[in-house]
């Protein structure tokens, strides 16, 4: 190694005296280590998209290898953004898929290689840090000989919760435990899914957000904090700090591969092939499983009509870029204009070459008939929070939920019948539906009834006559709740109903079954418990009797959802009979839905009489697909598979919204 000499003038007096009345100069020579080379040299000023695909190498994927910005274009300018001077805060609104949590992998990667400093990862939970410091974080050390160089050699400097590099340490910690989040000077810091974190880490500490970024005032000044998640609900932390934190949000902008118009995608331009119904009105929905297996599904340009298929996508989106959702200034004129120090980002899924267009497609049919799914198709799709929005606050708006359906009469449409019955101390209320194929629904009849006697004369001897037809229906499925309260003679309602339903259940046309609602949240709506052996007196039940658990919150909140696209006229509606009162109406507004102190959603009794809305539940949970033997869906309407009445064209799903 050249270097210049530095010469020592023989009379300093600092010098030992040995040295100073040497005859002769004296030489000495040292030189840098290996490791003190590489941490001074200096080294050209690259943007992190660039050095990503020089030093980063995927394991985890389908696309192993090399890292390629062309595979997930719109991940370069956020990671690029994240090392701009002024900012320090950035927050990622995304679906999964998109490969948002690898980009910020890449951000600490370029930081351990051209910018050093302390990290700490913070994970939802023990089990989730461990598998991603196993499967994702050492590996990307490992596999990178830049990265790789930087190790220390040492088996324990490469522990599952601490990785110890030779100019920097790298933390693991979980939102639940507060001693992982404390006791670290922190620069570079990691919140990865922020929506599954508990509200507080600890009985007597604030939230494990709170407590991260306190890690990282010592360095206040370069510090810089990504924020990660898939959204849930607008009180959820990614979607606060996307709409309340972040200065400046940017949305991508594709071009379109065909006229070059630029546009922001958005799911009512995704369309795929629909169904015309004898009457020349056309189907809003479509079999989803077709659509995905055939891959049925396109983007239309809103500027030339042309259709994307999922290559033309991508390269709409390679040829895409940041603006900012106000003013539609691009990503790096804003920064450079107007230096935020929070920025966010939001991501939907149909950026995605991960994501096939007919995948959303069907996502979003599926949402259609099970409100649960439609919450994923909000959250993991189009990357919002889900928010159960209950217009009918009033009388008045829940009857705008009528057609023109007499009362006790089934339209033509109709497969078949289902009915809720709320056992009361002295009689019953019941609500019968009639079923479409597509979960569309109309309320046939409800009202009280006195006897036991009475409840088995609704639901295995009356008949409701068709809409322009000699045919009438009969009652296929009934819920009848096994609640209810005392009565004379010292038996329970409860135990009565069991009675009722050993002798009744089966084997006289309407299956009946018996339910109570679940005291916990359930995985589904439904769930089968043990068969019960005695009554809640001790009696014996020869034979065990079967009682469905209903998770009331999930049915009430599929109720509500589906009574307003009535009240909007769309399908899947839950509509309601012309001749319906306001009494009716009353009892589904008996509740409603509230936060609780603990920031939880529930639904809170207002007044004494809901029983309608609890049969209304019951009736619809009879339909479900989670129900013992299956949904509506089973059923076929007739004359359905007379294909010479059908045919499919291709002008695409018109979006009722």
């Known amino acids: 190694m050249n270097t210049a000499p530095i010469i020592i003038k023989g009379n300093a007096t600092w010098l030992p005296s ?10 000495l020579s040292f030189r840098f280590s290996k490791a003190e080379r590489k941490i001074f040299r200096k080294r050209k000023r690259i943007p992190v998209h660039q050095w990503c695909e ?48 690898e980009a910020v992998n890449n951000c600490i990667g370029y930081a351990i290689d051209r910018d050093p400093g302390p990290v700490l990862y913070v994970y939802p939970d023990e089990q989730t840090a461990r598998e991603n410091s196993h499967d994702r974080i ?10 790789r160089s930087y190790k220390t050699g040492y088996m324990d400097d490469s522990a599952i919760l601490r990785i110890s590099l030779q100019h920097m340490p790298i933390y693991m910690a979980w939102a639940r ?16 899914e922020t929506d599954k974190y508990p509200v507080t880490a600890g009985k007597r500490e604030t939230d494990p957000i709170s407590l991260g970024e306190a890690r990282t ?23 606060k700090a996307l709409t309340k934190e972040a200065r400046v949000v940017f949305d991508y902008w594709v071009c379109c591969p065909l006229c070059g118009e630029m546009q922001r995608m958005n799911f009512k331009q995704i369309k795929w092939p629909q169904e015309e119904k004898r009457d020349g009105e056309k189907s809003h929905s479509t079999d989803p499983e077709l659509i995905e297996a055939e891959n049925l599904a396109w983007y239309e340009c809103e500027h030339c009509d042309g259709k994307w298929d999922d290559s033309m996508r991508d390269r709409a989106v390679r040829n895409g870029r940041w603006q900012d959702r106000k003013s539609g200034e691009e990503c790096v004129t804003y920064l450079k204009e107007f230096q935020p120090r929070k920025i966010g980002f939001h991501i939907p899924s149909w950026l995605s070459y991960f994501v096939p267009l007919s995948k959303i497609a ?96 609704l639901l295995f001897s009356t008949a409701y006559p068709k809409l322009n037809s000699d045919r009438s229906m009969r009652i296929f499925r009934a819920a009848v709740d096994t609640g209810g309260g005392g009565k004379e003679g010292g038996i329970t309602m409860t135990e009565e109903t069991y009675w009722w339903l050993r002798k009744n259940a089966t084997g006289r046309g309407c299956r009946v079954w018996g339910t109570k609602g679940s005291s916990r949240p359930l995985a589904g709506k439904l769930n089968i418990g043990k068969a019960l052996e005695r009554t809640p ?38 509509y309601l009979h012309k001749d319906t009162g306001r009494d009716y109406a009353a009892q589904i507004l008996a509740e409603e839905k509230q936060t609780n102190q603990k920031g939880y959603e529930e639904w809170v009794q207002q007044r004494a009489d809901n029983h309608l809305f609890d049969c209304e539940c019951l009736a ?38």
């Open 177 to 192: 435990s507060a001693a992982r989040l404390a006791n670290k000077p922190i620069r570079y810091l990691v919140f990865d």
């Open 54 to 101: 020089q030093h980063r190498y995927v394991t985890m994927s389908t696309l192993p290898g090399k890292w390629r910005n062309e595979v997930t274009p719109y991940l370069a300018d956020i990671m690029d953004a994240s090392f701009f001077k002024s900012v320090q805060t950035i927050i990622i609104c995304k679906a999964p898929q998109v490969g948002g949590s």
């Open 217 to 239: 005032i010592t360095y206040n000044w370069n510090k810089k904090i990504w924020k990660i998640s898939t959204p849930t609900t607008e009180d959820a932390p990614i979607w």
């Open 537 to 574: 007196s001790g009696q014996p039940i020869p034979g065990g009797l079967r009682i469905l658990s209903i998770d009331t919150m999930k049915a009430k909140d599929a109720y509500h959802y589906h009574l307003q696209r009535a009240i909007e006229k769309l399908p899947q509606g839950a």
């Open 362 to 457: 069907a996502a979003f049919l599926r949402g259609l008939t099970d409100l649960e799914k439609f919450k994923d198709f909000k959250n993991k799709h189009e990357a919002v929070p889900w928010k159960q929005i209950i217009l009918s606050t009033s009388e008045e708006k829940v009857l705008q939920a009528r057609c023109d359906l007499p009362s006790q009469t089934v339209p033509e449409e109709a497969v078949i019948l289902t009915c809720g019955v709320d056992v009361q101390k002295r009689g019953f209320w019941f609500v019968v539906r009639a079923w479409a194929i597509d979960y569309t629904s109309w309320l046939v009849h409800y009202g009280f009834l006195g006897l036991w006697e009475d409840v088995e004369e």
């Open 18 to 27: 040995g040295i100073r009345n040497a005859p002769k100069p004296i030489r």
């Open 138 to 147: 050492q590996p990307m050390i490992g596999s990178s000989p830049r990265l």
């Open 620 to 657: 619809m949970c009879c339909a479900d697909p989670e129900w013992p033997g299956g949904g509506i869906h089973l059923f076929h309407q007739a004359g359905r598979s007379e294909k010479k009445t059908r045919r499919v064209i291709s002008k695409g799903y018109e979006h009722p919204e």
